[in-house]
């Protein structure tokens, strides 16, 4: 097992040059593709921290409605909302469109993305930060959440 880390997006070939104890060898040998893709991050506004668990939900702007409705990514294999991961990162693939996103936690603010437009599909990683939510309110909004009445 290995692990690679790059500094820059784009892509690329991965070979390996290979001997084993008879010295049987293979040079250079082709055995894929790779691409780096943006990757966003979802941290807490205080402290900085990446929120594992963070939800990304996607909605689309509809021309019948003239509003932003959830996005139907079943069709793609796509979850939505995503799940922010370890450290609050995320990846998410969209096709071509007009998009909002709404990232929430339990016990923090909501946040809504402006609309921004996709000419075709890519991979979008926008960071944000969330801010706890705080006395009495952030407590029943918190309740609310929890039994989905907010």
């Given amino acids: 097992m290995g692990k690679l880390s790059f500094s820059e997006l784009g892509g690329g070939e ?39 668990g963070a939800q990304i939900k996607v909605f689309v702007f509809s021309e019948e409605s003239k509003s932003f409705v959830r996005w139907q990514s079943e069709a793609y294999g796509i979850d939505n909302p995503v799940e922010a991961g370890e450290g609050g990162i995320y990846s998410l693939l969209l096709p071509a469109g007009r998009y909002q996103l709404l990232i929430q936690r339990a016990g923090y603010l909501r946040t809504r993305s402006t609309e921004f437009i996709l000419p075709k599909t890519q991979f979008v990683g926008f960071d944000f930060e969330l801010r706890r939510r705080e006395g009495f309110r952030g407590v029943l909004e918190d309740i609310l959440e929890k039994i989905n009445l907010f």
């Fill in 14 to 52: 991965i070979a390996v040059f290979a001997k084993d104890a008879f010295d049987n060898q293979t040079d250079k040998k082709n055995i894929g593709k790779f691409v780096v893709e943006p990757v966003g991050k979802v941290s807490d506004l205080s402290d900085g921290g990446g929120l594992a």
